[in-house]
Structure formats: structure tokens, C-alpha cells
């Protein structure tokens, strides 16, 4: 089982609410990501992160944002949730290039 | 940029035989990593296998095996015995050189297993 947690597991929220998702690993990753994944749909990355002080835009333009003060930590922020944001979110790191990416149960989250 | 194509939305397998899930990639870099992950209902992401672009010998890993063709970039997953706890999504997905590591997926396979 792979050291990296996400919480809550399921969240549902009304609109124009603050949402913070919470990711943790505890394998001194460096390389952190953030996934968006509609039901039984692809995964979309959001954002990512090279380390610490480092966050980047994923692929698919997202109102989140990330920080990441610490190596083990990178939380997800809503700052007005939308039902348009209702999705599940993924949390994964790696460790080198030649290595697997890791990933939390994830987040589903409902906006209503 | 990297693309990842799985073009079976849903396949169907006896419990027992053997299925094959095919994957199609793009890309411009001459060395990345290739991976199959498989998503349970309402569970963890995990790794099935991985393979290295720069190795012509395809990987296995006990019941699940792949068949790496280079030039045609093609990337598919043979499952071998099939059992009812393979039933998943099964996600393709490449990584290059880019220093983020970042991994890049297809849309799943949905597979289904019959008793």
C-alpha cells in the first residue's frame, strides 16, 4: 500500500463555499501532482509540482490552486466552489522518471 | 506533446481466458516510459506494469504481460487467466523526459469479468 493520503475521501458542499483537499506522503517525493477524473473518465492533470516552493498548471485549466511549502504536503484550494467543480480529485507522487507514480484513494467531491 | 489513446471503452472476458487491452501513443521523444494502471470501483489506483522504451524485450508480471511495438506505437496489455478481481478500469499512460515527471493517460478500458 502506498504511503500517500488524501482526505476527506468524500465531501459534499454548497455553492460559493471555500474547499481545501488535503494530500500527504511520507515518501520524500519530490514530484507531486493533482488529478481531475469524472466517473469512469479519464484523468485530467491539473496541477503539479517540481518540489518545494514549486507549483505549476496541469493540462486542464482549473479555478484550483496548490501550494506547497512543505515536500510532503500539497493541498488543493477552491475558493468558490461551483457544481461545475463537482468531480473526484486525484493525488499522486514519483520519484524518478523510471519509477511509478504513487496515488491517494482520492477526493470525490459534490458541489451543491 | 505526449498523447495517449485507448480506443475500447469497454471489454468483456470469461473468467479464465485471456483478454487484451490496446493502447496507442504520440510522441516526439526517442526515450519515455509506458504504464498500465488498473482502478478498482472506488478504490486506489495501482500499478499492473511498466515498460522502458529503450527495452526491446516486453515486460511481464505474472498474469499480465505486454506487447511493447516501437515503431507502430502500440502498448497493449495482455491478461492472462482471467479472475473476477481483475475487473477495473484500466488506464494506459507515458512518461518522457520532461523534468516533471509528469504522467500522461488515456481515456480507460473498462473491463469486465464473467463468471
Known amino acids: 500500500e502506498a504511503d500517500i493520503y488524501q482526505t476527506p475521501r468524500y465531501l459534499v458542499i454548497g455553492t460559493g463555499k471555500k474547499i481545501t483537499l488535503e494530500c500527504s506522503q511520507t515518501?520524500?517525493?519530490?514530484?507531486m501532482y493533482w488529478y481531475q477524473q469524472d466517473p469512469g473518465m479519464e484523468l485530467h492533470l491539473i496541477h503539479y509540482?517540481?518540489?518545494?516552493?514549486?507549483?505549476e498548471k496541469g493540462d486542464l485549466s482549473s479555478e484550483s490552486t496548490v501550494s506547497r511549502i512543505r515536500t510532503e504536503h500539497f493541498p488543493l484550494t477552491l475558493e468558490s466552489a461551483r457544481p461545475s467543480h463537482t468531480s473526484q480529485y486525484l493525488c499522486?507522487?514519483?520519484?524518478?522518471?523510471?519509477?511509478?507514480?504513487?496515488f491517494g484513494q482520492g477526493t470525490r467531491l459534490t458541489v451543491v | 506533446a505526449q498523447t495517449v489513446t485507448q480506443s475500447q471503452p469497454e471489454m468483456s472476458v470469461q473468467e479464465a481466458e485471456t483478454v487484451t487491452l490496446s493502447c496507442t501513443y504520440d510522441t516526439s521523444e526517442s526515450d519515455y516510459y509506458l504504464f498500465w494502471y488498473k482502478q478498482p470501483p472506488s478504490r486506489q489506483m495501482i500499478l499492473v506494469i511498466r515498460q522502458e522504451a529503450y527495452k526491446q524485450q516486453n515486460a511481464t508480471e505474472n498474469r499480465f504481460s505486454v506487447n511493447f511495438q516501437k515503431a507502430a506505437k502500440s502498448f497493449s496489455l495482455k491478461i492472462s487467466d482471467s479472475q473476477l478481481g481483475d475487473a477495473a478500469m484500466y488506464f494506459c499512460?507515458?512518461?518522457?523526459?520532461?523534468?516533471?515527471?509528469?504522467?500522461?493517460f488515456g481515456s480507460g478500458t473498462r473491463l469486465l469479468v464473467r463468471p
Open positions: 499512460a507515458s512518461s518522457g523526459m520532461d523534468s516533471s515527471y509528469k504522467l500522461i
Open positions: 509540482s517540481y518540489g518545494v516552493n514549486s507549483t
Open positions: 515518501m520524500g517525493h519530490d514530484k
Open positions: 499522486a507522487s514519483r520519484y524518478t522518471k523510471n519509477t511509478e507514480a504513487f
